[in-house]
């Protein structure tokens, strides 16, 4: 039995394994649990962060608008279910004009550090890298500087110092639809300054777990457990009709998670439900934040759906562990 | 209140708007009224064009065969809902075998102008060019050169000359799938020989309207108003697993018609449906008709789905302009 | 009427054409008959080879794991419809470590030679090339030397020798998604030299036969009947959205099988179901089995749809012989 | 003896054919005749047009500045050897501010009718199209309606009308290193308004020809002889290592220029000195202009080498008809 | 007059400008200085930096070696002309192994800051980034972190700290041949952890400077004028042959280096030699370093002919500042 | 010592290695040895093979026509050195008309097996694919069947039977410029069905040796030697201006020549001279074959140069055999 190292929540949203599931992650029923057209002016909501506030939930969403412009906004919810969306996007603050100055922001993630919650994002800077920001309400962001130098994506942090260092993940990237990317682990003392870059893991080239064989970057914030911390991440193989984006987990060393201790072969979960095969972008599982009760190891992964769609499934601390320790590359 | 300048048409195909639709555009709820094998060679019949004739309503319909082989037919209908498409294909007469040789045909539209109903469409002459032809009865085709040298695609007539010019919108192609693609208008007197071509609108790079990023093209016949000439056409994005066509709409100068005085930064209408989005093309809406009722101000819009079936949509002379102008780029 | 040259297999899976029907080929109307999830670790179960054994039939299938590994299992029915497939893929037996030595397989084919199953696939040594075995009770399997050097796919054999020579089509590619592929015909004394390499049939340019555009492939073994060998094979276009693999067949020349006598300008079957449209690729049939039965004529087909899961499909000698005649190139 | 329709120019420049030359062209033996920087911001000097004017010769050159910028500059000489470029690039008058405006211009030809010289040559309208402009003085330019949409390039006049009407050759392209291409002939009454566009040749696919497999070009303005028009053209093959761009000729009917009646599958100059072997773009010999002189059948012909600088290569009216006839595809 | 703000090198290598040379850069008479095979197993050497050191010079060098591995190696040298280059490359010490491990290593500038000397190069770790390190005395090398995540080339230090930050140009790429490419201005308080990426400059697009339109790199380390940071560049164009390198200047603000007061429209040196148009990789001109005179304003630009050989030319502060300011953008 | 298992050669072509030289190889002073137009239809006479007949030499010669048409000529020397070249290709006999079609043939290899002199080329059926043929005079040449599949290129037999079997190296390819490409052996009874297929060796990945990292293929005929058979090979690096060919060497196993007793690591020859960067295809040395001198283990070394002229290099065994247990990867 392992465990979670964080906060129980009891009342986070949660079905039972179905029986005769043989997969260890299984999705919501209701699902897609947010429609593409749910804000004002979307064309779609999918790759978005939640995390536990108050009484309830917030969440950072990318919402592709009607011009399908990129942004992200703020949604609330009592149940983690039912989401309320803000209809303007996120106003950031701070100390210089060029780097508040949007081109384009998208695939949020929240991560909260001491009393800060903190959004990492894709964002348009003559190239993609990563946006930074925090807020201590949801109300008020202050954007700090951008952590690299374009092409950057998926930038996601560690929810605590490590050694006295921030450590956020991201993968190097191109313009375009980049058609490789490898996950890194850089280090700062400020959330301003970063270094001490380190690789943590690759694609898979050929046979041995072809369907993350063209690219894979960091999904959720890491979860902590006493054997390390828990990352779960998405891969991509390219077929004659494009990218396939599946979800797999890895088990990082808990002070040096560039080191990885064990990683999945088998995929935790793939697209195959019509809501994540047919939509803007056919074919795509894409998580990016969890809730997790450190009672019962439970975990609520919240993933976009075929660049469209929002969909919620579940697993447990225990399912993924012995799953990807069984299953290990 | 606009208002469309030309004939009523009130037993043409309409459908209110549905309670609580937030769209310009809605679609037939008996969508797609056109199935892929409903002509007798057919693998999918899609991007057609529809005219009001008679008692009823004529077409000209893209099939393609079950080899694949493109090419365009005459169908009839009562009530422009259920089609009778001809079994042969159109046979052309004309002044020049070199031109009268057919090497492939598609994506036809239909322009009244006076007495005559001119045929655009691609035409293979060593590369897709724009063919031309009229008929007056819908049984003797009499084919005109080729307005352009390839490569050329969606070739659109004006329903009147203009300063006493025909006017035609283009789309100047490579000989592939065509990743760019700009809007032109060119002008002759004698639909014969062409000239002072003119730019019209680009697609729009980066974030601000991007549905329309990578290549567009003019849809159906331009409809008159008293505003200006109102274009409806389609927007093409490139996603990592491929196209995907979207519908804007465009308010044209009436005597400058390439001066664009609004254009939509938001689509219209986009591939959202299971027809639109599984076929042999998903993702695919592409106008290449309207019915319109200048008493009324309703437009009735056919459209190919995922390059397999045909559907009708329906909107409103107020609807666009109102929308167009609320979202101009 | 056309006779096939084989056995009687009366109890085979069958279904009659349903009425309305006007395509040569009909879906059996419970497919898919193989989900993607039947076998222990799969995570598709898709181009697969079926033949008739003992008192049921027995076939070899393609699994993908749900690593995206590749290799070949043997699955056993009753009834052709209902099917067990191994846990472990087939371990083959032979006298070189170099050859048997796996790198990835896939596609299998099994075809009966006198008293032994030979099986060929796409076998990874240095790039696809074609790997060979035999087997009498799929239980043992003995590989021989690849037949070819490397890039190769799609290797069938003819089910006798002909003209005292054992006879293999192909299709060289090279080592990605290949856009172009002919079939060819290899001959061979002993199953381990080939030459007097002969070609059958090439992709049809242009917009005569546009389905099969891309390349072609061979599909199960042929048929042998009174009027040549019947070819099914595949055949691929590319859209701007990806491939589309449909169906077509060919009457091969009985002593000279290089020699094509007719071959389907329109294709047999296409991807039109949303099994065959959705799915890991989307919109692919793909055959690699047939029954047939020699007194009524009637054929079964086993197809991969949408590389994920497998259906099956009826037709008779005399509805392909009439349709390749009708319809030849 | 063929003979020069045309004037007699007896002091054009001029070398007799070195003994022991086996080609049916050969080069000045001071090449190249204008060196890269010769004029005030040039970085090349090109592919450039020249005419007999006056008592002497005047051209139109391509210079391309420091900045890579592409312009069209006057300059003249009194031998056809030495010559005078002016430092500003041409300014064009005419009617419509949208089409005078510069984006580029390259790749001019000179070509006299009745008493004007027009000018053609790449012009950037949202793309490479074909710029018209005619002058009396090489002083003032009259600037007309591009002849065509984009993407087109190499277009060439005929000096006179043919059956009442202008002709000219192009080239449609796209909007890149085009690697495909053939010769169309378009026709006008009015120089304004094109159409009846008739196709004349394709480049040869295959090993039959491979030196013009990839693209085809018009050159210099065609000579009227007693058995046709007599065309030098360029084509191009691509190598692993890039484009190599070499010079052929045909013959065409005198009142259907589209048609091709003689054609030369050798081609009769490759870059093969180190003037045309290394510059800017290596492995180019790009003919642009000629003079001939009526009453001895001599061909001057003007070429850009390497896109680098300029060379002149001599030939007559018998060793091209010879060669073309004895060489024809 | 400009004033050089630095040290006075009253021997450093220098010829007079040449008569008739209208150029703000010409070549030594005696280039190249170090020819390919001038080192123990070198293939090529050509990217090199070099600084005045003790009584002569010392130098980093990129020598290629016969296997096409590419390394770093030191150099010395009496008068800047004549060179000794190690048999051995760098090695370097340091705190982590990760980090000292060598893929490849290429392209290196040498920044003296205050007194130490910074050595940064292309550093393979997972693909290109910029790595750091210092010397005093070009023997004992100390590796720092690498400065940033991949894929970067062209890391250029500032010569002094600006506002308490070192300072550090570099050009985000891909993993291949990268079509693309900004310049930025990274900034840092110790050398290891870096941030506040800023924008300096892009490729420009179209005609106006095409020279410099693929993409743009930093070259020598920037030299300090009373008007501000002169900083050498290369541009490069992609012709239908390849890529062409050459070179510009730009002017930078004192104080906020990313801003760019004066940058170059025409090149200020391009490759026109044999020894710059012929090797391995034909057309290219590459500065990496440069000596200067504060005392005559006399700059010696070092940089790789054809990646194979190394040449040096001149110019002078003069001559660059008044032609950038004649020549802007 | 090594010694060179074969007859001596005391007249062969030959000159000292230069004072000074410190590659393993050394040019002829007087390359070319061959032009470009010394036959009466060439462009180009590059890739060719030579051997000792009668009281000279002849060789089969790589010929591209001045239309760029690939074919092979048998030519005559007295010396090795000064080539008589028939104005004819060959005319081969055999026993199919389909396999005696010429598409095109080009890089011939010529290999005495007995009393047999067996050439074997790049051969067009359907693809490019190793055609075989026998002479013992070369004056009748009997063709055989193609060895392999398409595609294939560089087949090259060793000089007699191993084990019992003929065996061939090759390059599988695609139908392109192939960016890829390992060497096989494959095995024959009678040259004529061929199977027992081996890996040889791959392009080497990465910076350890990367003028051989995008393929490689066999040059001469193997020299069989007292410590294995000696190859000499090309290998291929892919810059950003294209391809460079460049020469290695290996020792095979003299039993199982696929496996590799050494394997350069440097290259032994490089392009480097102006015949061989400069002409059609800069940058390429491309080895055809050797004569050889068992006496003294000299040998003379035929190559390709830039795919233009004809050059000729020196070496000795020991040279080569030293080089590559030094070098080795």
Chains 1, 2, 3, 4, 5, 6 share one sequence.
């Not at 694609?203 to 990352?231: F, H, M, N, Y």
């Not at 779960?232 to 990885?260: Q, S």
């Not at 088998?266 to 009760?293: H, K, R, W």
Request: hydrophobic letters at 35%.
């Amino acid at each position: 039995m392992s465990k979670i190292i964080g906060n129980n929540l009891p009342d986070m949203p949660w079905q039972e394994k179905p029986a005769g599931e043989h997969m260890p992650v299984w999705r919501y029923d209701q699902n897609p649990i947010i429609g593409r057209y749910e804000q004002k002016r979307s064309n779609s909501i999918f790759n978005s962060a939640v995390v536990p506030f108050e009484d309830g939930y917030v969440g950072v969403f990318r919402c592709d608008s009607r011009s399908i412009s990129m942004d992200i906004f703020v949604g609330r919810s009592k149940d983690g279910i039912h989401w309320e969306i803000e209809d303007e996007p996120i106003k950031f603050e701070g100390a210089d004009e060029e780097i508040l100055t949007r081109e384009y922001r998208y695939d949020p993630r929240v991560c909260k550090i001491d009393d800060k919650y903190y959004v990492t994002w894709c964002n348009g800077y003559h190239g993609p890298t990563i946006g930074v920001a925090y807020t201590y309400d949801f109300k008020k962001f202050v954007q700090l500087e951008n952590a690299f130098l374009p092409f950057n994506r998926n930038g996601v942090l560690f929810p605590r110092k490590i050694n006295g260092y921030y450590m956020m993940m991201s993968r190097p990237s191109d313009n375009g639809h980049t058609p490789f990317g490898d996950i890194f682990v850089s280090q700062s003392k400020d959330m301003e300054f970063w270094g001490r870059h380190r690789h943590m893991m690759s694609p898979v080239r050929g046979d041995e777990s072809a369907w993350q064989c063209t690219k894979i970057g960091a999904g959720p914030v890491p979860i902590e457990t006493d054997e390390g911390w828990l990352l779960i991440y998405h891969g991509v193989i390219t077929t004659c009709n494009g990218y396939v984006y599946r979800m797999g987990c890895a088990l990082l060393d808990i002070d040096e998670p560039w080191k990885v201790k064990y990683r999945t072969k088998d995929y935790i979960m793939a697209p195959i439900t019509q809501y994540e095969c047919m939509g803007d972008v056919p074919n795509v599982v894409f998580p990016c934040a969890t809730l997790s009760d450190a009672a019962t190891g439970r975990i609520t992964i919240y993933y976009g759906c075929a660049d469209t769609v929002t969909g919620m499934a579940f697993t447990t601390v225990d399912e993924l562990l012995n799953y990807v320790k069984e299953n290990s590359l």
